[in-house]
């Protein structure tokens, strides 16, 4: 019997590996099928994975020539508004000099009209001061005979000036 026991034994592990190898057959064509999908599958999502890399290094180089551009466009709009200032700077100089040219030459000439003024009633005073002066002199150091001498000399001369 235990020939028997052990002939079955053998006789089972043969059907065993005979059935094993067949199911491994198709286990293992089913195994390849899926990996071979999921190969494709990860394949496929690389090149994607590639293709949106290549898309973003292209939205990368463009934003960045886009910085560039606009930094150089801030440098010239700086540049420009400096120059500008610079301009209004000196026209506002130009003008300042100007206008306190203007101030000196109208201060000069109320100066100069105040002088003219002022010399004008000094000389009113001076001559009115003469007069009365020569008059009180005349007055006091003349008789009623050299008065009326003066009167008919002065008289002659105004005769002679018409």
């Given amino acids: 019997m235990e020939q028997g026991i052990v002939l079955e034994s053998v006789w089972v592990a043969v059907g065993f590996a005979v059935f094993v190898a067949l199911a491994w057959r198709k286990v293992a064509k089913a195994l390849g099928d899926v990996l071979d999908e999921r190969s494709q599958k990860i394949s496929v999502e690389l090149k994607e994975a590639a293709a949106l890399r290549d898309e973003a290094l292209a939205e990368l180089q463009n934003y960045q020539r ?45 100066i100069k009209a105040a002088e ?7 000389r009113d005073r001076a001559a009115s001061l003469a007069i ?19 009167v008919d000399n002065a008289a002659a001369e105004i005769e002679k000036l018409n």
């Avoid at 700077?89 to 100007?98: C, G």
């Avoid at 003219?116 to 000094?122: K, R």
């Avoid at 009365?132 to 001498?149: F, G, M, P, Q």
């Fill in 66 to 110: 886009l910085h560039r551009e606009a930094a150089e466009e801030a440098k010239a709009i700086i540049k420009s508004a400096e120059a500008s200032a610079q301009r209004i700077r000196e026209t506002a100089e130009k003008n300042a000099l100007a206008a306190v040219k203007r101030r000196e030459q109208q201060a000069d000439a109320k």
């Fill in 116 to 122: 003219a003024s002022m010399v004008a009633e000094l």
């Fill in 132 to 150: 009365a002066t020569a008059t009180e002199i005349i007055t006091s150091n003349l008789d009623e005979a050299a008065s009326l001498k003066l």
